[in-house]
């Protein structure tokens, strides 16, 4: 019997699915060692410089990349609902919100110009994707990272997995913007091996205007999990004229100074991966930060630690 759950996830008596955008193997920038990170959909947050646009809807979502169209005009021959039009000049409009995500374009375009982020997979056909590289895993001390969105928002289906990977000797991250349910990161803890927690910007008003959330259930969980006595690596996005400032340094530090289970602070420089990824979804982008030089990185780091005896490294 299908049971659906309040997180529109599903279940069986044998397996549970959640939508999954993307697998991503020998990744080395999601936690320690050859990493499979495997991407959530859904998010509760809304950050400006989002670099996973694609991830925060919880529904799975049409994307068209303009630059590989030429306009062969088969995705509007297909379409029941009348997405695709073209104009007298040629140019391919998209009414992403018409879109039911049927899938039926990306079939018919062989320009690989669509596509759909977000696929139901069960925990069993994750699993065995992210088992392949174990060898790997153990060789280099990596493991899976469930990461997102927000992996949390799909509580069911991460606990399953993370339970099914620690059974199977895999270490086990989780990414997370620490605005999940409180009384999940205590049922997900014992199965996991390393929270990465982001540290998004210091004090409410400007938590608020930049994710969309205050800090206060983030700052709840971080202390949930340091009574735990979770492991914790603090990620700080730094964002160019929207998130940085000494007092924010100062934040940082002393917070990675007071708690007993945050292992170092990783700065994680902005990047505009987002830009494109917006466009290709129908979305805006509105960021107009720089992208840093290294110099300006390390400065960051050395702000950081000036306020106090913390390890502090680039992600
Ligand atoms: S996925 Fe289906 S509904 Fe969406 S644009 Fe393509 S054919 Fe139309
Ligand atoms: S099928 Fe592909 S290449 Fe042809 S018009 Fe549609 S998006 Fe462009």
Redesign the pocket.
């Known amino acids: 019997m299908l049971i659906k759950n309040s997180t529109s996830q599903s279940t069986t008596s044998q397996s549970t699915t959640g939508v999954v955008f993307d697998i991503q193997k020998f990744s080395v920038n999601d936690g320690p060692g050859v990493r499979t990170a495997v991407f959530m959909k859904g998010c509760q947050m809304k950050c400006v410089w989002c670099h996973n646009p694609e991830s925060l809807s919880a529904q799975k979502q049409l994307a068209?990349n303009a630059d590989?169209?030429?306009?062969?005009?088969?995705?509007?021959q297909v379409c029941p609902n009348g997405v695709?039009s073209f104009n007298n000049d040629g140019h391919?409009k998209v009414d992403f919100d018409a879109c039911q995500t049927c899938g039926q374009?990306v079939d018919?375009?062989?320009?690989d110009?669509?596509k759909i982020y977000g696929k139901e997979m069960t925990v069993e056909q994750v699993y065995s994707e992210v088992i392949k590289d174990k060898v790997y895993f153990d060789k280099s001390g990596g493991g899976i990272t469930l990461s997102g969105g927000e992996a949390l928002k799909q509580f069911e289906f991460c606990l399953a997995l993370a339970k099914m990977c620690k059974a199977n000797g895999v270490h086990v991250c989780i990414e997370t913007n620490g605005a999940s349910k409180t009384e999940h990161y205590r049922a997900i803890a014992p199965y996991v091996d390393l929270f990465l927690f982001d540290y998004k910007a210091t004090g409410d008003d400007l938590h608020k205007t930049l994710t969309g959330m205050t800090r206060r259930l983030v700052d709840t969980n971080l202390h949930a999990l340091n009574e735990l006595g979770a492991p914790v690596i603090l990620r700080c996005p730094m964002i160019p004229g929207y998130n940085l400032s000494d007092e924010h340094f100062e934040a940082i530090a002393s917070l990675a100074k007071s708690m007993t289970n945050i292992l170092k602070v990783e700065v994680l420089p902005y990047h505009n991966f987002g830009k494109g990824k917006a466009t290709e979804i129908g979305k805006t982008y509105d960021v107009d930060a720089i992208m840093p030089e290294d110099k300006e990185v390390n400065a960051w780091i050395e702000s950081i630690k000036r306020h106090g005896e913390i390890n502090v490294t680039l992600s």
């Open positions: 068209f590989k169209c030429v306009g062969c005009r088969r995705c509007e695709h391919h374009c018919a375009c062989m320009q110009a669509l």
